[in-house]
Nanobody, 125 residues
Framework: QVQLVESGGGSVQAGGSLRLSCAVS????????MGWFRQAPGKEREGVAA?????STKYADSVKGRFTITAAKNILYLQMNSLKPADTAMYYC?????????????????????WGQGTQVTVSS
């Protein structure tokens, strides 16, 4: 059972930066892909960034050029720069077991099996 624990959220002013971390445990030798999602009050959960097992990345258009997803051993990061009030949301990291021969929809929540509890990001104008 994969466990994911996010940290690094907080309150910043517009234009500021935050780095989110997601500690990963319980993995096996299976290959995993991982992503960051966010959900604002009254809105659906949306995919922000994802990273495949080969290191390739995918970003939502709304964060391209501002957010960067990286992965180290057992830790997933999301560097967020030039933050906007529209980035205010609960941020979740998520993971799924990679199945070869199929291209997943990396920014779709339905692809993901394991989820963290979330960390709040608030950006004030």
């Amino acid at each position: 059972q994969v466990q994911l624990v996010e940290s690094g959220g907080g309150s910043v002013q517009a234009g500021g930066s935050l780095r989110l971390s997601c500690a990963v445990s319980g993995t096996t030798d299976t290959t995993y892909s991982m992503g960051w999602f966010r959900q604002a009050p009254g809105k659906e959960r949306e995919g922000v960034a994802a990273i495949d097992s080969d290191g390739s990345t995918k970003y939502a258009d709304s964060v391209k050029g501002r957010f960067t997803i990286t992965a180290a051993k057992n830790i997933l990061y999301l560097q967020m720069n030039s933050l906007k009030p529209a980035d205010t949301a609960m941020y979740y990291c998520a993971s799924f077991e990679r199945e070869w021969g199929r291209i997943p929809a990396f920014l779709e929540a339905r692809e993901y099996t394991w989820w963290g509890q979330g960390t709040q990001v608030t950006v004030s104008s």
